[in-house]
């Protein structure tokens, strides 16, 4: 198999690693290469994205295969590319180190030492990848924790000196971020680009093969709103730069070092909207920057290219969701957790001192773990035998017994209105608050302490893709499936006006329907799951007229039986996420932030469930504070969720719940359910 390493070259030259990934080495051209003019070459980016620490097919919440899922398969996908292609170059494109039950156990639950290598990054390691970017969720378990497992000495405040820091166990391979910088240094926090001296094999013109170097420059960049979501870590820390802005100052370096190829690494989606350095999704402004070649995109959890998507996103003008081009540059989304591979194929032709690329043979694809008639591909057995020691770990943490539950808590009808998976979340959060300001803060004593939460997982990766913590023994993988996410506790001082307002943004979740319309309507818009906050508690009712635009569907908003004032002030209990700016929100941009705990929601939630015990739906999971208000409509209006679970609609007192198709037809084991507005 052809080298997926540095150049030989280079390094029998004796160039440094670090002087290698970061500068380059040798002349800024290929010209002293003892290759033809008019040799070709075959090379092919493989893109993963948002692994989120999903390594094998494995769901630690409900402790059962996935196979939709996991590195492991993913895993074969390279192995087969690998197997087609002459040669490769294996990139992530970040959110790699957080996402589920084994990245949490291993950065907070017993962290991995200085000396060991992430589980996540050691399988990558042994996979050969060659370079990676830094995603928005490298940065939830803070910055003294990314530097350790990223072997990297930042230079930020916090932190000892970089002379002082320990070397550590990280990739073996360089991770580019240009637009996030050090405050104390005013330098970037890791290095802003690598050039890697990739070694091909290639045809020279008279048809025999040679062996040569191309330069291929990657470049990263993070959201820039990673400083409003992880704020308590970031904060006076570090700052970022439009990408947009360090695109331009940095590809120019990169082309002047010699780059034959520039790979831009972008941990954002595509976004045509005037643009600003503090964007979420600064990808199509990219494209546009003199001198991209391909670009490796992520953080939507989309597909791209893909000939039949709906998402906005890639039907944007100059967007080719057929090629994969973005105003004209071969593009590449693989999706997340593993679930797809990218892949773009270049032909490349030596011309005497650079490589060139023949762009009307670029190929590119987004290939999936998931066979033509629904079977997956299989594992890749080394993956797992890698990680048994940390898997088995967090298999034994996680079934951790806390207490019982009367109910099976889920999420499947969460945005029809059971409160199941959702009231007890929002009880422990109360309770920790109430708690909290009773003891530290008198002068808050008399205000009211509500608290919201959100259906984390309802529905967006398929029928699998909901809370289900089934009657009977609770453990700590349930009360993380409960709460997915590694946030901490926060509590924000609201006013009722702000309620109001915090509400009809959740209710965006929801489109807007036509009652006189005679044919199907689909009630759940694309508005995130995890951003439809809602009340359970009986002290607060309202009501969500989907009928009216948005911004104006929250009627009868009531907080003890009386309408509630805009001037009342509440605290109301959430996460750092939402408190700091987190889904944009109205009003919560981290100002009205009453107390930043230090404690994880999710620990909250495991501690209230150790206290109480015996957790029951009449105590824990019937408080529905919010109801759709009822409409007479000429059609159907319809939503999607798991197949065969109208039982569980039933058990929590919904009415009008109809499952009208068991397969919905969309491929990701949804069933397609009705609801009677009207009851």
Avoid at 336 to 355: A, E, N, P, Q, S
Avoid at 361 to 374: G, H, I, L
Avoid at 548 to 558: E, M, T, Y
């Amino acid at each position: 198999m052809p080298s997926t390493t540095y150049s030989r070259l280079e390094l029998a030259a004796g160039c440094l690693l670090a002087s290698l990934v970061l500068h380059g080495c040798g002349s800024s051209n290929n010209n002293s290469q003892n290759i033809p003019t008019g040799t070709k070459a075959t090379l092919a980016l493989l893109e993963t994205t948002d692994l989120h620490t999903n390594v094998v097919s494995y769901d630690y919440f409900k402790l059962a295969e996935d196979k939709s899922l996991g590195f492991e398969r993913t895993a074969t996908l390279i192995n087969q590319a690998r197997q087609e292609f002459p040669n490769t170059l294996l990139l992530d494109n970040g959110d790699t180190i957080q996402g589920t039950a084994l990245s949490d156990y291993q950065a907070i639950v017993n962290p991995v030492s200085c000396s060991q290598p992430l589980a996540m990054y050691k399988v990558m390691n042994a996979a050969g990848f060659e370079g990676g970017g830094i995603g928005n969720h490298e940065f939830n378990y803070g910055l003294p924790f990314l530097s350790q497992v990223t072997g990297n000495r930042f230079n930020v405040d916090g932190l000892a000196d970089p002379a002082a820091q320990p070397t550590c166990k990280g990739p073996s391979f360089p991770q580019v971020l240009a637009n996030v910088n050090s405050v104390k240094s005013n330098a970037p926090l890791f290095q802003p680009y690598a050039i890697i001296n990739k070694t091909v094999t290639a045809t020279g013109p008279d048809g025999k093969p040679v062996s040569g170097t191309v330069k291929v420059g990657i470049i990263g960049f993070t959201p820039p709103t990673i400083m409003s979501w992880d704020k308590r870590w970031l904060d006076g820390k570090v700052y970022t730069v439009g990408v947009k802005e360090a695109a331009e100052k940095y590809i120019p370096e990169m082309r002047a070092k010699g780059a034959d190829l520039v790979v831009v690494i972008s941990h954002g989606g595509l976004d045509d909207s005037s643009y600003s350095p503090t964007m979420e999704n600064g990808s199509y402004h990219l494209s546009k920057v003199a001198g991209v070649d391909a670009m490796l995109i992520g953080h939507s959890h989309q597909i791209f290219p893909n000939a039949t998507s709906t998402v906005s996103q890639f039907n944007l003008p100059g967007v080719d969701k057929v090629a994969g081009t973005v105003n004209g540059v071969p593009t590449v989304m693989a999706n997340y957790w593993g679930k797809h591979l990218g892949v773009i194929k270049f032909d490349l032709t030596y011309d005497g001192k650079t490589w060139t690329i023949d762009k009307t043979k670029t190929v590119v694809q987004a290939r999936s773990t998931q066979n033509a008639d629904k079977s997956y591909v299989a594992v890749d057995p080394t993956v797992a035998a890698a990680i048994a020691t940390e898997h088995q770990a967090t298999i034994d943490y996680v079934k951790t017994p806390i207490g019982s539950t009367d109910f099976e808590m889920s999420s499947y009808f969460a945005d029809v209105g059971d409160p199941g998976a959702i009231e007890l979340v929002n009880q422990a959060q109360a309770d920790y608050v109430a708690k909290y300001v009773a003891a530290n803060l008198p002068q808050y004593a008399a205000l009211p302490v509500l608290s919201v939460s959100a259906p984390f997982k309802s529905g967006f990766a398929g029928g699998t893709d909901y809370t289900d913590v089934q009657q009977g023994n609770l453990a700590i993988n349930n009360a993380a499936d409960l709460y997915l996410y590694p946030n901490t506790l926060y509590a924000v001082k609201v006013t009722g006006a702000d309620i109001r307002n915090w509400l009809e943004t959740a209710a965006k979740r929801f489109n807007q329907i036509d009652p006189a319309k005679t044919t199907q309507q689909e009630l759940v818009s694309s508005f995130p799951g995890y951003n439809f906050d809602m009340f359970t508690s009986p002290d607060i009712r309202y009501e969500i007229d989907v009928t009216k635009p948005v911004g104006s569907r929250i009627a009868n908003l009531k907080y003890k039986g009386v309408a509630i004032d805009p001037a009342k002030e509440f605290i109301v209990a959430t996460n750092n996420y939402r408190a700091s700016g987190g889904g944009s929100f109205p009003g919560l941009d981290g100002s009205k932030t009453l107390y930043a705990s230090p404690d994880a929601n999710r620990d909250v939630l495991i501690q209230y469930i150790k206290t109480a015990k015996a957790i029951t739906r009449a105590a824990n999971g019937s408080d529905r504070s919010w109801r759709f208000t009822p409409v007479t409509t000429a059609g159907q209006v319809v939503f999607h969720s798991a197949p065969g679970k109208q039982p569980l609609a039933q058990a929590a007192g919904l009415a009008g719940i109809t499952q009208l198709q068991a397969d919905d037809g969309s491929g990701k084991s949804l069933a397609l359910y009705a609801i009677d507005l009207s009851k």
